[in-house]
């Protein structure tokens, strides 16, 4: 759990608390893949909502690693005092 603005080793931003949401969206969404996969595969009539579920995880746990590498880097910019308009 790190108090830092940024991560300076590997494996630490997996131990901030605020990425734990989006990792876990992230791994649900593996999981939907791999079973939209084998829906498909066996021939599933349904497994297109399947997939569209999974692309849902994966847009949601994009959108929060998003928001959290935001969040860090306003958190940087305002303890450097460099404050930049978003790009």
């Given at each position: 759990m790190s108090d830092a603005s940024y991560h300076t080793k590997p494996g630490e931003s997996s131990a901030d608390p605020h990425s734990t949401p989006s990792i876990v969206?992230?791994?649900f969404g593996l999981l939907g893949?791999?079973?939209t996969l084998t829906a498909a595969a066996f021939g599933l009539p349904d497994w297109t909502k399947l997939g569209a579920a999974t692309a849902l995880l994966f847009l949601a746990?994009?959108?929060m690693f998003v928001l959290e590498f935001e969040r860090q880097r306003?958190?940087?910019a305002r303890r450097?005092?460099?404050e930049t308009?978003?790009?």
């Open positions: 969206l992230f791994m893949l791999a079973s746990s994009l959108a306003r958190l940087a450097t005092g460099t308009a978003p790009e």
